[in-house]
């Protein structure tokens, strides 16, 4: 694949511009970005410098630092935006060249803003991110770029891959299938760069463990808790040996909750009766040892993991957790304190007058046809045979971010709509992508034979 002709200048810059701003209508028809319940810890972790238990800090340093300290939080949003627009664009121009570049895009950014993506790129909150880190990874595989650009793409990948402790693990994954799939590989410019790449990916990623790390050693032990209380595991397994074995968690076995984040965050849930995060980590890691070095509910956990992963690939609708938060909750206080000239737009919006999680039935509709139709229109053009070279790459490498994604999430968290809508716009992209290809394949080779 030689590497095609680009755009550049003003056509470039204003093509950004514009999926920047399709992907932000929903924070626009919102009046203000759309906020999560876990934004109070994200938004004081970077304003407090307060490393939070169970994240990661780069987030919060993330949105304090584009905030511009505090001046709005609509900064840190158009930026990812511009960032997400800014990856597409570019993989568009790398694949198929500068021909038709803004029709390409435009059509690109109509069909994504149907998505999750456009929704997800609206919310305060890292989770467009892995799609970031994931648009980043293909583009340094392709090898088509500058020392600098190249540079500048593993610097946001290393950021992103560090906004969420699930990411290590997707992308790991991510690329030992590749190095699996290497034969298949025939692009000159990919194999040339191939092992160098992977080295620089694999170890960009597992660098982020000191910046992530504290986070998951104080919390882990809860998240995988609530995790095997999800699958149905630990109460199997409390059941069963709670007669010869003194848990503290013992006493609890028969007031369980059924929803792992009732688990982990209702104040009377069982893990703060027992003192909280830090008072419970040796009992639940002695539990989780237990469970995992024998034989019995390690073949369980495995089991119900598939399940719940094959259950979260369908999980992905939209404004999962986007609910009112007025004044007196804490994602109010935290943009109340942090970004105050905020606060009237934030208590104006849209999803602070109304449950819009009941309202927004059309979109996911929508969303979801998009999705299923785009999956189904890749995988056909699979099975025919017509997904080859750099565009089955490309595919490939968006697919398999999207199955670890969900893996990843569903074997050590839980089943949620929001793992899944983070990237399952992955799929309407990489069909775009390969229809983009094959029509400028096809184009070249008329024009060659005419030309003849």
Known sequence: MKTPRTVKGWPYALTVLLGAVLFLLPALYNGYPLVNSDDGT??????????????????????????????????????QALIISWLIVKLIQRLVGGRRLFANALTVFIVLSLTSLSWTVSEIIPDIWTGIALLSAVLIFLNRETRLVKFFLLLIYFCAVATHLS?????????????????????EMIRKGFWINILLLLGASWLTVPVIGRASQKSQHVFLMASMLEKGVLKKYLDENCDQKNYQLCRFKESLPTDPNVFIWDQNSPLYQ????????????????????????????????????????????????????????????????????????????????????????????????????????????????????????????????YLFNVLVCATFAQVNARYGSRLSWVFPLAFLLCWFYGSTKRKNNEQSITAQ
Request: net charge neutral; charged share 15%; proline share 4%.
């Open 167 to 187: 990411n290590i693990l997707i992308f790991t994954g991510v690329f030992l299938v590749l190095m699996l799939a290497k034969s298949f590989v025939k692009d």
């Open 42 to 79: 994200y938004i004081w972790s970077g304003f407090r410098m307060q490393q939070p238990g169970d994240r990661p800090i780069t987030y919060g340093l993330f949105l304090r630092f584009f905030s511009l300290n505090g001046v709005s939080f609509w900064i840190p949003a158009f930026v």
């Open 274 to 401: 027992q003192g909280g995060w830090d008072a419970t980590k040796e009992d639940y890691d002695l539990i989780l040892h237990d469970i995992y070095t024998s034989p019995k509910y390690l073949f369980l956990f495995l089991q119900k993991s598939l399940e719940g992963a094959w259950r979260q690939i369908f999980e992905c609708h939209l404004a999962e957790g986007n609910y009112p938060f007025p004044a007196g909750t804490h994602v109010d206080a935290a943009v109340q304190e942090s970004a105050p000239g905020d606060t009237t737009m934030y208590r104006n919006a849209w999803q602070q007058q109304h449950n819009i999680v009941e309202r927004i039935d059309a979109m996911n509709n929508i969303n979801y046809v998009v999705l299923i139709g785009a999956a189904l229109l890749l995988l056909y053009v699979w099975i025919k045979g017509k997904l080859r070279g750099t565009p089955a790459l490309i595919s490939g490498m968006l697919t398999s971010g």
